[in-house]
């Protein structure tokens, strides 16, 4: 059994790693001192609607996903039934936009792009030791994640494997976002984790973002990116993890100001980071 953090947790994520990367201190409010100033967003819930609804299709496609989505933003409309922006959802045109348009042009790109391919898992489970990942000093830690998808494909007689992560977006991304560290890296991770947990070489292992912009026309609502992550990325995204966890166990945490960071931070502005 690992220590336990000053989290409450003997694991972090790649979300929490992204929080503490752009600002330490932001992280110390967030996960730390547990003071939550995120607020409840529609276009989140459509997004877990897509995700659970992608999910069973992936591994049943007999299922009625329409159901599955429905229920996911029913919920969250309940939820949130005192938020406006909520109540304004038309949950049956969301669900059937989700079901009759996202997911089978999700499907057609991964056909055109990984040709062939298999369906491994969905939604797959990642909780390994940092020591997994060649982090040692940090082997009482854990890292924890979720991958979207897990495919393989054969290429002349070799199997690949392809971690898909699923993005869902108001707009498509565009070169900035997809050379951002801080967005490449959770596919850097999470190669680096799931090759450790099945054993699996790493030239074996290929990554991926399939973005949705549920505001996009036809043919042009998913775009698939391929992510390259070679020894460099993967050394600066470890890097990252390594002083995170090491900064956390010294009780470090120091404001990171810019202009980008503190633009759309919570906190900003009040009691907690004036």
């Not at 929080?19 to 459509?46: A, G, N, T, V």
């Not at 897509?50 to 989505?69: P, T, W």
């Not at 348009?101 to 797959?124: M, S, T």
């Amino acid at each position: 059994m690992g220590m336990t953090l000053a989290t409450g947790k003997e694991h972090i994520s790649y979300s929490e790693s992204k929080d503490w990367r752009e600002c330490s201190y932001r992280h110390k409010l967030k996960h730390i001192d547990k003071i939550d100033k995120d607020e409840p967003k529609p276009h989140l819930d459509f997004g877990q609607a897509f995700h659970g609804a992608m999910e069973e299709f992936l591994k049943n496609r007999q299922c009625d996903i329409y159901a599955v989505s429905h229920k996911i933003l029913s919920e969250a409309v309940e939820k949130n039934k005192t938020i406006q922006e909520f109540q304004d959802i038309n949950i049956e045109d969301w669900s059937n936009r989700i079901v009759k348009e996202l997911i089978p042009e999700a499907i057609e790109v991964l056909d055109k792009e990984i040709p062939g391919w298999q369906f491994i898992e969905a939604e797959e489970k990642l909780f390994e030791s940092l020591s997994m990942i060649g982090i040692e000093k940090h082997a009482d830690v854990s890292m924890k994640g979720m991958i979207d998808a897990v495919l393989s494909q054969e290429i002349k007689g070799k199997k690949l494997y392809w971690l898909i992560d699923w993005k869902t977006a108001n707009r498509h991304w565009g070169k900035q976002k997809l050379m951002d560290p801080s967005v490449t890296s959770q596919l850097a991770i999470y190669k680096q984790v799931w090759a450790a947990k099945h054993n699996i070489p790493l030239d074996q292992i290929r990554c991926a973002f399939l973005v949705v912009n549920k505001e996009a026309k036809r043919t042009a609502r998913c775009r698939f990116h391929k992510i390259s992550v070679g020894p460099t990325t993967v050394k600066k995204s470890l890097t990252v993890i390594t002083n995170m966890v090491s900064s956390i166990k010294r009780g470090v945490a120091v404001k990171n100001k810019s202009e980008w960071n503190c633009k759309f931070c919570p906190y900003k502005g009040t009691q907690y980071c004036p």
